[in-house]
C-alpha cells in the first residue's frame, strides 16, 4: 500500500540521517488507532487501519517509505551528548494534508539503529499509550504538539526494570522532528556546510518569511523563541509539566515533543517536580521558562557561525533576542490568567489579583484545574447562574479550606476587578470556561489506564479516558469522575521515562 510518502529530510547532508529499516516483530497487531487523524491527513482511514500492524511494525511497511534514523545532539540534563539520534525510531517519510502542510510520519520502538547506544531499540506498552494519551489530549486543549495515529502491539516482551513487558511500537506525527539538538549535531562538528543546508530546510519547512531576511539564522533564531514564548505559557495556562526538556526534546517547529515522565499538576506547586530522574527539580513546572530559554540560548550556540563572521558580534545580536524572553513568556502567562479570571487584559490590579490567586492556591493545596473551573462557576450570571454559583462556591471553599479567610479576601479583590468590567450575562463564564479545562488527563487516571492495558491487556479504561479528554472544555453528564483530583492513596508523585 502507498500512503502519499515524500523524503524531504533524506536531501539533507548524509551527517543528519542512516537509512535504516525498522526491525520485523513476532505477531504485529493495532491497539489504537486514530481514524480522525488519518482523515485529517489525507489517509484512507479505514484501510490503513486494517492493515497498521504490518503498515508500522516492520514487517510490511508502506510501499513508498524510505526509512531512515535522523541524527542529533543533545544536553541532556545539562550535560552535553554529541551524538544521539533515533535510538529506537525511524522515519518513513513525510505526508502533505489537504492544506498543503508537511507532517512526518515516525515510528517510535521500532528497533535499532546506528543511534542506538547499546540499547534494544524497543519500547512498551504503557510508555507508548501513555504519548498516545497525552499528546491528544494537548491537542484537545488548543496546544501545538506530535500527535499519534496509532499504538501497534509487538507480540513480544520488553525488558526492563521491572521485568518484561508487553512491546509497542507508537507511530506518530508532527510538523517536523528538527530539534534544538539537530542544530548542536553539525554545529559541534564544525561542519559549517551542513548546519547552513539544515538552516535553509528548517526555514523553508517552517518559516519561510524568516529565509529573506538580512540575517536568515538570526531570524530563525527569533521565530522559535516567538514559538517557544507561547508553548511554554500554555503549557502553564494548563498545568503542564514536561519533565526532561532537553535539547533534543525542543522542537523548533513550537510543538511538545516527547512525553516521557510528563504529568499534570493536580495540586498547584510552582516548584512542582514528577520525573524520577529529575533529582535536582531542573525541570520544574515553574522552571520551565527559563530552561526553554537555556535551550533556545544553545541553539544560538550552534548558529553563531551563521549569524555573524565576528563572534562577538554574533553573541551580542542573539544575545539581545534571548534576555527578554522569560519575560516574554510571563506576559503571555499573565494574558492567559487574566482570561482564566474573566479579568480585563490590561492594569496591574488584575496582574495582582492572579497573582495573590497563585500564593493562595500554593499555600492550600489547592488543585489548579477545579480552582479555575470553579471560579468560571462563580463569576455566572447567566441562565441557572444560582446553582452554578453555590457549586462554584462550594468547590472554592473545599480547595482553599487551610485558608477561608484568604479566601473571602481574595474573592472581594477579585470581585472588584470584575465590576470594573462590566460583561454580557453569561458571557463572562462563558470565555473563562473555553480557557480553563474542565478535564485533563489527570496523572492517577492515566497510571490506571496503562496499568490495565499493559498487564490486564483491558483498553476499555484507556479508552474512555481518551474519549473525555478529547473535549476538556465540555461538560460532560455523567462523567464526573473525570474531573475529580486524586483520594490521598491515589496521588501520583513520580513518573518515568519509560527507556
Same mark, same amino acid.
Given at each position: 500500500? %502507498?500512503?502519499?510518502?515524500?523524503?524531504?529530510?533524506?536531501?539533507?547532508?548524509?551527517?543528519?540521517?542512516?537509512?535504516?529499516?525498522?526491525?520485523?516483530?513476532?505477531?504485529?497487531?493495532?491497539?489504537?488507532?486514530?481514524?480522525?487523524?488519518?482523515?485529517?491527513?489525507?489517509?484512507?482511514?479505514?484501510?490503513?487501519?486494517?492493515?497498521?500492524?504490518?503498515?508500522?511494525?516492520?514487517?510490511?511497511?508502506?510501499?513508498?517509505?524510505?526509512?531512515?534514523?535522523?541524527?542529533?545532539?543533545? =544536553?541532556?540534563?545539562?550535560?552535553?551528548?554529541?551524538?544521539?539520534?533515533?535510538?529506537?525510531? =525511524?522515519?518513513?517519510?513525510?505526508?502533505?494534508?489537504?492544506? #498543503?502542510?508537511? @507532517?512526518?510520519?515516525?515510528? %517510535?520502538?521500532?528497533?535499532?539503529?546506528? *543511534?542506538?547506544?547499546?540499547?534494544?531499540?524497543?519500547?512498551?506498552? #504503557?510508555?507508548?499509550?501513555?504519548?498516545?494519551?497525552?499528546?491528544?489530549?494537548?491537542?484537545?486543549?488548543?496546544?501545538?504538539?506530535?500527535?499519534?495515529?496509532?499504538?501497534?502491539?509487538?507480540?513480544?516482551?520488553?525488558?526492563?526494570?521491572?521485568?518484561?513487558?508487553?512491546?509497542?511500537?507508537?507511530?506518530?506525527?508532527?510538523?517536523?522532528?528538527?530539534?534544538?539538538?539537530?542544530?548542536?549535531?553539525? #554545529?559541534?562538528?564544525?561542519?559549517?556546510?551542513?548546519?547552513?543546508?539544515?538552516?535553509?530546510?528548517?526555514?523553508?519547512?517552517?518559516?519561510?518569511?524568516?529565509?529573506?531576511?538580512?540575517?536568515?539564522?538570526?531570524?530563525?533564531?527569533?521565530?522559535?523563541?516567538?514559538?517557544?514564548?507561547?508553548?511554554?505559557?500554555?503549557?502553564?495556562?494548563?498545568?503542564?509539566?514536561?519533565?526532561?526538556?532537553?535539547?533534543?526534546?525542543?522542537?523548533?517547529?513550537?510543538?511538545?515533543?516527547?512525553? #516521557?515522565?510528563?504529568?499534570?499538576?493536580?495540586?498547584?506547586?510552582?516548584? %512542582?517536580?514528577?520525573?524520577?530522574?529529575?533529582?535536582?527539580?531542573?525541570?520544574?513546572?515553574?522552571?520551565?521558562?527559563?530552561?526553554?530559554?537555556?535551550?533556545?540560548?544553545?541553539?544560538?550556540?550552534?548558529?553563531?557561525?551563521?549569524?555573524?563572521?565576528?563572534?562577538?558580534?554574533?553573541?551580542?545580536?542573539?544575545?539581545?533576542?534571548?534576555?527578554?524572553?522569560?519575560?516574554?513568556?510571563?506576559?503571555?502567562?499573565?494574558?492567559?490568567?487574566?482570561?482564566?479570571?474573566?479579568?480585563?487584559?490590561?492594569?496591574?490590579?488584575?496582574?495582582?489579583?492572579?497573582?495573590?490567586?497563585?500564593?493562595?492556591?500554593?499555600?492550600?493545596?489547592?488543585? *489548579?484545574?477545579?480552582?479555575?473551573?470553579?471560579?468560571?462557576?462563580?463569576?455566572?450570571?447567566?441562565?441557572?447562574?444560582?446553582?452554578?454559583?453555590?457549586?462554584?462556591?462550594?468547590?472554592?471553599?473545599?480547595?482553599?479550606?487551610?485558608?477561608?479567610?484568604?479566601?473571602?479576601?481574595?474573592?472581594?479583590?477579585?470581585?472588584?476587578?470584575?465590576?470594573?468590567?462590566?460583561?454580557?450575562?453569561?458571557?463572562?463564564?462563558?470565555?473563562?470556561?473555553?480557557?480553563?479545562?474542565?478535564?485533563?488527563?489527570?496523572? =492517577?487516571?492515566?497510571?490506571?489506564?496503562?496499568?490495565?492495558?499493559?498487564?490486564?491487556?483491558?483498553?476499555?479504561?484507556? %479508552?474512555?479516558?481518551?474519549?473525555?479528554?478529547? @473535549?476538556?472544555?465540555?461538560?460532560?453528564?455523567?462523567?464526573?469522575?473525570?474531573?475529580?483530583?486524586?483520594?490521598?492513596?491515589?496521588?501520583?508523585?513520580?513518573?518515568?521515562?519509560?527507556?
Amino acid at each position: 500500500m %502507498k500512503l502519499g510518502l515524500k523524503h524531504s529530510w533524506a536531501q539533507l547532508p548524509p551527517l543528519m540521517h542512516t537509512a535504516v529499516a525498522p526491525l520485523p516483530v513476532a505477531n504485529p497487531y493495532c491497539l489504537v488507532f486514530n481514524r480522525a487523524l488519518a482523515t485529517e491527513l489525507g489517509l484512507d482511514a479505514k484501510a490503513v487501519e486494517a492493515q497498521a500492524g504490518l503498515l508500522f511494525s516492520g514487517n510490511a511497511l508502506p510501499d513508498d517509505a524510505q526509512p531512515l534514523a535522523m541524527a542529533y545532539a543533545g =544536553h541532556q540534563f545539562g550535560g552535553f551528548s554529541p551524538r544521539l539520534g533515533d535510538g529506537r525510531a =525511524h522515519l518513513l517519510g513525510e505526508l502533505i494534508d489537504s492544506q #498543503g502542510k508537511r @507532517h512526518d510520519l515516525h515510528l %517510535k520502538g521500532s528497533g535499532r539503529t546506528p *543511534y542506538s547506544r547499546g540499547g534494544d531499540g524497543r519500547a512498551a506498552v #504503557g510508555p507508548m499509550l501513555r504519548e498516545y494519551l497525552i499528546s491528544e489530549a494537548m491537542h484537545a486543549l488548543g496546544l501545538p504538539t506530535t500527535r499519534s495515529l496509532a499504538v501497534i502491539g509487538t507480540g513480544e516482551p520488553v525488558l526492563r526494570e521491572d521485568g518484561a513487558l508487553p512491546g509497542a511500537i507508537l507511530v506518530r506525527t508532527a510538523a517536523s522532528h528538527l530539534r534544538v539538538g539537530s542544530f548542536q549535531y553539525p #554545529g559541534s562538528r564544525g561542519d559549517i556546510d551542513t548546519l547552513r543546508a539544515l538552516l535553509d530546510y528548517t526555514l523553508a519547512r517552517h518559516y519561510p518569511a524568516a529565509a529573506t531576511a538580512a540575517v536568515p539564522a538570526l531570524a530563525l533564531l527569533q521565530a522559535v523563541a516567538d514559538q517557544q514564548a507561547l508553548l511554554i505559557a500554555n503549557w502553564l495556562r494548563v498545568g503542564f509539566v514536561h519533565g526532561v526538556m532537553n535539547t533534543d526534546n525542543m522542537a523548533l517547529s513550537g510543538e511538545t515533543i516527547d512525553y #516521557g515522565p510528563c504529568a499534570f499538576l493536580d495540586e498547584y506547586d510552582a516548584n %512542582k517536580v514528577f520525573s524520577s530522574i529529575d533529582h535536582q527539580g531542573r525541570y520544574a513546572f515553574m522552571n520551565q521558562p527559563l530552561l526553554a530559554q537555556w535551550n533556545l540560548a544553545r541553539l544560538a550556540e550552534a548558529l553563531l557561525p551563521l549569524i555573524h563572521a565576528d563572534a562577538d558580534a554574533a553573541v551580542q545580536q542573539a544575545v539581545a533576542i534571548l534576555e527578554p524572553f522569560p519575560a516574554r513568556v510571563q506576559s503571555h502567562y499573565a494574558q492567559h490568567l487574566r482570561a482564566k479570571l474573566g479579568l480585563p487584559d490590561a492594569g496591574q490590579g488584575a496582574d495582582a489579583v492572579a497573582q495573590n490567586l497563585l500564593q493562595l492556591m500554593q499555600h492550600c493545596g489547592a488543585d *489548579y484545574t477545579l480552582t479555575f473551573r470553579a471560579l468560571a462557576d462563580v463569576a455566572d450570571d447567566g441562565p441557572n447562574a444560582a446553582q452554578r454559583q453555590a457549586t462554584g462556591t462550594a468547590t472554592l471553599q473545599q480547595q482553599m479550606a487551610a485558608d477561608p479567610t484568604g479566601l473571602q479576601q481574595w474573592l472581594q479583590q477579585w470581585r472588584a476587578q470584575l465590576d470594573a468590567a462590566p460583561a454580557a450575562p453569561g458571557e463572562r463564564s462563558r470565555a473563562m470556561r473555553r480557557v480553563s479545562p474542565a478535564y485533563i488527563a489527570r496523572n =492517577h487516571l492515566v497510571e490506571a489506564a496503562l496499568a490495565s492495558a499493559s498487564t490486564d491487556a483491558d483498553m476499555a479504561p484507556f %479508552k474512555a479516558l481518551l474519549q473525555v479528554v478529547q @473535549h476538556p472544555y465540555d461538560e460532560q453528564p455523567g462523567q464526573e469522575a473525570f474531573a475529580l483530583p486524586p483520594l490521598p492513596a491515589q496521588r501520583v508523585t513520580r513518573t518515568f521515562c519509560g527507556t
